[in-house]
């Protein structure tokens, strides 16, 4: 509906709709009112509106890592590192809302939480697509057998389905990989020049072969076996090689490569948007596991260790969702194979121009 020429605020925006969309169970007649429930039920909406955006910003950003041709220095991607942070921006207020749900106290719950079962925030087909979209893989996460049912307290077989869709679509993390993997700086038109700061040539790759020793030389004595993390996260030698942590979580050690050498030389004008998108997406697993911790505390203090109403163990459940559902811990761990600037090897002329970092 219009007034006069222009539009009207609440057609525009269907308030209508929206601000019709609360039925509180324990309102209806027969029971007894439940002030909280109202507010229970707008936080998830205003949760649901939120991951809606997310959605909207995370198909933008697989779309143009989707192309065969990612331009560095393109408008597209600078789209993407904007895009991403407001993803991030986002993220942290759904975080704050976590304070406001918990001026519910347990006793305001149990009030009408029977009412609610099986239905549970589990079932939040947004928060699926939002996790498939940015990589969490099925296999790695906690108790994946029973998180994706169609059986009381899972999904209808029309939310399964595009859930399951998602999933088998490249995710961001697996088009981040094969971005970072074509990324040209090695080939060995820009090392003929290169002068070997290590003529010990344990990696055929002059650059790697150096940074590997230099990095070698900056762990302490009880750090030594990094260096095998290194060797199998950058070098690809194979995983029974390593006794530390391999946190693959699906990268390949050519898009390692690239990636730890965006961060090493980020002060580049032309790695800028690269860096930073790379940093946003830890930032994004920053946040989503801080708003699963917080949630996770909140859930303790609602319901103890009784079962949720979606049907898992609860409390128990979320804490090992927490711990094992971040998606871009490789990235995330890059830090552990950083060396100080001033000890970075001076890249050669070839590359510096090639890359434009001069004229
Ligand atoms: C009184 C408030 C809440 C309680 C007691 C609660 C409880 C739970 C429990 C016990 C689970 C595990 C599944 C189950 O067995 O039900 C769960 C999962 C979940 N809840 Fe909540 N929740 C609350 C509020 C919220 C809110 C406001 C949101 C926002 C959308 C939300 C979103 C989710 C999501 C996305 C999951 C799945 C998490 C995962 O699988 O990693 N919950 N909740």
Same mark, same amino acid.
């Given at each position: 509906?219009?007034?006069?020429?222009?539009?009207?605020?609440?057609?525009?925006?269907?308030?209508?709709?929206?601000?019709?969309?609360?039925?509180?169970?324990?309102?209806?007649?027969?029971?007894?009112?439940?002030?909280?429930?109202?507010?229970?039920?707008?936080?998830?909406?205003?949760?649901?509106?939120?991951?809606?955006?997310?959605?909207?910003?995370?198909?933008?950003?697989?779309?143009?890592?989707?192309?065969?041709?990612?331009?560095?220095?393109?408008?597209?991607?600078?789209?993407?590192?904007?895009?991403?942070?407001?993803?991030?921006?986002?993220?942290?207020?759904?975080?704050?809302?976590?304070?406001?749900?918990?001026?519910?106290?347990?006793?305001?719950?149990?009030?009408?939480?029977?009412?609610?079962?099986?239905?549970?925030?589990?079932?939040?087909?947004?928060?699926?697509?939002?996790?498939?979209?940015?990589?969490?893989?099925?296999?790695?996460?906690?108790?994946?057998?029973?998180?994706?049912?169609?059986?009381?307290?899972?999904?209808?077989?029309?939310?399964?389905?595009?859930?399951?869709?998602?999933?088998?679509?490249?995710?961001?993390?697996?088009?981040?990989?094969?971005?970072?993997?074509?990324?040209?700086?090695?080939?060995?038109?820009?090392?003929?020049?290169?002068?070997?700061?290590?003529?010990?040539?344990?990696?055929?790759?002059?650059?790697?072969?150096?940074?590997?020793?230099?990095?070698?030389?900056?762990?302490?004595?009880?750090?030594?076996?990094?260096?095998?993390?290194?060797?199998?996260?950058?070098?690809?030698?194979?995983?029974?090689?390593?006794?530390?942590?391999?946190?693959?979580?699906?990268?390949?050690?050519?898009?390692?490569?690239?990636?730890?050498?965006?961060?090493?030389?980020?002060?580049?004008?032309?790695?800028?948007?690269? *860096?930073?998108?790379?940093?946003?997406?830890?930032?994004?697993?920053?946040?989503?596991?801080?708003?699963?911790?917080?949630?996770?505390?909140?859930?303790?203090?609602?319901?103890?260790?009784?079962?949720?109403?979606?049907?898992?163990?609860?409390?128990?459940?979320?804490?090992?969702?927490?711990?094992?559902?971040?998606?871009?811990?490789?990235?995330?761990?890059?830090?552990?194979?950083?060396?100080?600037?001033?000890?970075?090897?001076?890249?050669?002329?070839?590359?510096?121009?090639?890359?434009? *970092?001069?004229?």
């Amino acid at each position: 509906m219009q007034t006069g020429n222009g539009q009207y605020y609440p057609s525009y925006l269907q308030l209508e709709k929206i601000l019709d969309a609360q039925t509180p169970l324990s309102f209806a007649e027969g029971q007894t009112p439940a002030h909280d429930e109202m507010l229970f039920i707008i936080i998830h909406q205003a949760y649901e509106l939120w991951f809606k955006q997310i959605l909207f910003e995370l198909e933008f950003v697989k779309k143009v890592f989707s192309k065969e041709k990612v331009d560095d220095n393109s408008e597209d991607l600078n789209l993407c590192r904007h895009r991403l942070q407001r993803v991030v921006r986002i993220l942290e207020l759904l975080n704050q809302q976590i304070t406001v749900l918990n001026t519910m106290t347990p006793l305001d719950f149990l009030e009408f939480r029977n009412l609610l079962t099986p239905a549970s925030g589990f079932q939040s087909k947004q928060f699926r697509l939002i996790e498939a979209t940015l990589g969490l893989q099925m296999e790695k996460r906690h108790q994946h057998d029973y998180y994706k049912r169609t059986n009381e307290g899972g999904f209808t077989q029309n939310d399964f389905q595009q859930i399951e869709s998602a999933e088998h679509t490249q995710s961001i993390l697996q088009l981040v990989n094969q971005w970072l993997e074509r990324m040209p700086f090695f080939d060995e038109k820009f090392w003929n020049n290169y002068q070997p700061l290590n003529n010990d040539k344990k990696v055929p790759h002059a650059f790697w072969n150096d940074y590997r020793s230099l990095y070698e030389m900056s762990l302490a004595e009880k750090e030594l076996h990094k260096l095998k993390d290194f060797d199998n996260q950058f070098l690809g030698l194979s995983a029974e090689q390593v006794i530390g942590d391999k946190t693959n979580n699906g990268m390949s050690d050519a898009a390692m490569r690239g990636a730890l050498f965006i961060m090493l030389y980020r002060d580049f004008p032309v790695f800028q948007t690269s *860096f930073q998108i790379l940093d946003t997406l830890i930032e994004i697993d920053h946040w989503l596991s801080g708003w699963r911790h917080k949630h996770y505390v909140m859930v303790r203090r609602m319901i103890g260790m009784r079962v949720g109403t979606g049907n898992t163990t609860g409390a128990g459940y979320l804490d090992g969702a927490v711990q094992q559902h971040y998606i871009f811990k490789e990235l995330a761990s890059l830090s552990t194979y950083l060396i100080e600037r001033r000890k970075l090897p001076k890249l050669p002329e070839e590359l510096v121009r090639a890359l434009g *970092f001069v004229s």
